[in-house]
């Protein structure tokens, strides 16, 4: 006899999108949010479109990369670990045995 109830088999996995994990989408976003005002300042300059194309073309590209690269090396809380790892200390001194 089956179930009438669907089977959520994604639970507790991390939020994913086109390869992306966790916190790396919303610095895609937000990186692509602020191309745009890039080149809508751009064009309302006075810059001539297809320089504001080409500039918003590679800074984009090289967001992606980046962005894509950081999401395979670290993966979803890696970064924020990584980040962390600077604030422990390398040594601890102790030069007694009393506090």
Do not use: D, T
């Not at 504001?52 to 984009?60: A, H, K, Q, S």
Request: one cysteine or more; charged letters at 15%; aromatic letters at 14%.
């Amino acid at each position: 006899m089956s179930s009438i109830y669907a089977i959520n088999k994604s639970v507790n996995k991390p939020v994913e999108f086109k390869g992306l994990k966790g916190q790396y989408i919303w610095w895609f976003g937000i990186g692509l949010a602020v191309l745009l005002l890039l080149f809508a300042l751009l064009y309302i300059s006075g810059v001539n479109v297809m320089i504001c194309l080409l500039l918003v073309f590679v800074i984009g590209a090289a967001l992606f990369r980046q962005v894509y690269q950081m999401s395979g090396k670290y993966g979803e809380h890696g970064m924020m670990k990584k980040m962390a790892g600077k604030y422990i200390p390398k040594v601890i001194k102790c030069e007694g045995r009393f506090i």
